[in-house]
């Protein structure tokens, strides 16, 4: 009785901490480009993007000139995500993943930890631009 309640509470614990590791897809809309950075132009802001993203250890594929692919790579798992921007902002959306337990709008919390550190540092590199 007392084995089969451990094993119960075992099994539920084992649950409860793997749904943590599942999130929704974080996707940035609408991110304000810091007003330092506004006077720059499209080139430069998606300049500034890929090299961050780049710093960062993405691979980037410039696909216009207000957007890049960027993919980031480690042990068997890739994070793709859409960055684009229009002078006033910028927004991050999914692409794709391998690996991250990707369906139904929910992802591994790996991609959105990877996606939310990228976006700050995107946002950090726009405020030290004259």
Same mark, same amino acid.
């Given at each position: 009785?007392?084995?089969?309640?451990?094993?119960?509470? #075992?099994?539920? /614990?084992?649950?409860?901490?793997?749904?943590?590791?599942?999130?929704?897809?974080?996707?940035?809309? $609408?991110? %304000?480009? %810091?007003?330092?950075?506004?006077?720059?132009?499209?080139?430069?802001?998606?300049?500034?993007?890929?090299?961050?993203?780049?710093?960062? $250890?993405? /691979?980037?594929?410039?696909?216009?000139?207000?957007?890049?692919?960027?993919?980031?790579?480690?042990?068997?798992?890739?994070?793709?995500?859409?960055i684009?921007q229009? $002078?006033?902002? #910028?927004?991050?959306?999914?692409?794709?993943?391998?690996?991250?337990?990707?369906?139904n $709008?929910?992802?591994?919390?790996?991609?959105?930890?990877?996606?939310?550190?990228?976006?700050?540092?995107?946002?950090?590199?726009?405020?030290?631009? %004259?």
């Open positions: 009785m007392i084995g089969s309640r451990i094993v119960v509470l #075992f099994v539920a /614990l084992i649950t409860l901490t793997s749904c943590h590791r599942i999130q929704p897809i974080y996707e940035v809309s $609408g991110h %304000p480009i %810091p007003t330092a950075s506004r006077n720059l132009n499209s080139d430069q802001i998606t300049e500034a993007i890929i090299q961050t993203a780049q710093a960062d $250890g993405w /691979l980037v594929d410039k696909t216009s000139a207000t957007e890049v692919r960027a993919t980031e790579k480690w042990k068997d798992h890739a994070a793709v995500v859409i684009s229009d $002078g006033k902002t #910028f927004s991050m959306r999914n692409d794709g993943s391998t690996n991250l337990r990707q369906a $709008g929910n992802i591994h919390k790996a991609y959105n930890d990877r996606v939310r550190k990228l976006e700050s540092d995107i946002e950090r590199r726009l405020y030290r631009i %004259p």
